[in-house]
């Protein structure tokens, strides 16, 4: 069965109420702290995460059947950051295999905020959370400009809140995490 990339049975009314009533999950990728990402302290500098962030945005637009250079050629836009926020909780250190829980806080008309939740390899503790909030302008004028339709539709698989977002890394019952909070 194929979710996400298409219909799964055809008919795309019944394929639209199944993937609705799928659990939503973040988009995850795994890296390892490698030594230019350390600091003299041995911990990873704050600048490094960016890389992390990086990745993960790159990757999940992919996922969602958007690549850069076909999204930016495509609707001849550019999705430059307005606001790029971290918050720390935990040091990583040289060769820790890291997760990047990557998902879609929210969608406006000409905006859109995504989240990063920077987790050790099993998900059990938050290294640092991050949200950047990109705005859609043309390519040649930086002119700000609605979100085209096609790609607030890819993005909607992975729209979800942190909580959500963390429990599903977790492997717990998102309703079940909230109330236990």
Same mark, same amino acid.
């Given at each position: ?7 799964? $049975? ?28 350390? +600091? ?11 890389? #992390? ?33 971290? =918050? ?6 040289? +060769? ?7 998902? #879609?806080?929210?969608?406006?008309? @000409? @905006?859109?905020?995504?989240? #990063? +939740? ?22 040649? $004028? ?10 607030? =539709? ?8 942190? +909580? ?15 109330? @236990?909070?």
């Amino acid at each position: 069965m194929r979710v996400g990339s298409g219909p799964v $049975s055809g008919d795309t009314a019944a394929d639209a109420l199944y993937i609705h009533r799928m659990p939503k999950t973040p988009f995850v990728v795994a890296e390892y702290v490698r030594w230019g990402d350390i +600091d003299l302290a041995g911990i990873i500098c704050y600048g490094a995460y960016i890389r #992390f962030y990086e990745l993960a945005e790159t990757e999940i637009f992919r996922a969602c059947g958007l690549p850069f250079r076909d999204m930016f050629e495509r609707y001849d836009i550019w999705l430059p950051r307005k606001v790029m926020h971290t =918050e720390f909780y935990r040091p990583a250190r040289l +060769d820790d295999r890291l997760q990047v829980a990557t998902y #879609f806080s929210r969608v406006g008309e @000409s @905006s859109l905020t995504i989240n #990063f +939740d920077v987790l050790d390899a099993d998900g059990a503790s938050l290294h640092a959370a991050a949200y950047q909030v990109l705005v859609c302008v043309w390519r040649q $004028s930086f002119a700000k400009v609605p979100l085209p339709a096609a790609v607030v =539709e890819a993005v909607g698989r992975y729209m979800m809140d942190s +909580d959500t977002a963390r429990a599903a890394v977790r492997g717990l019952d998102p309703v079940r995490a909230r109330s @236990s909070s």
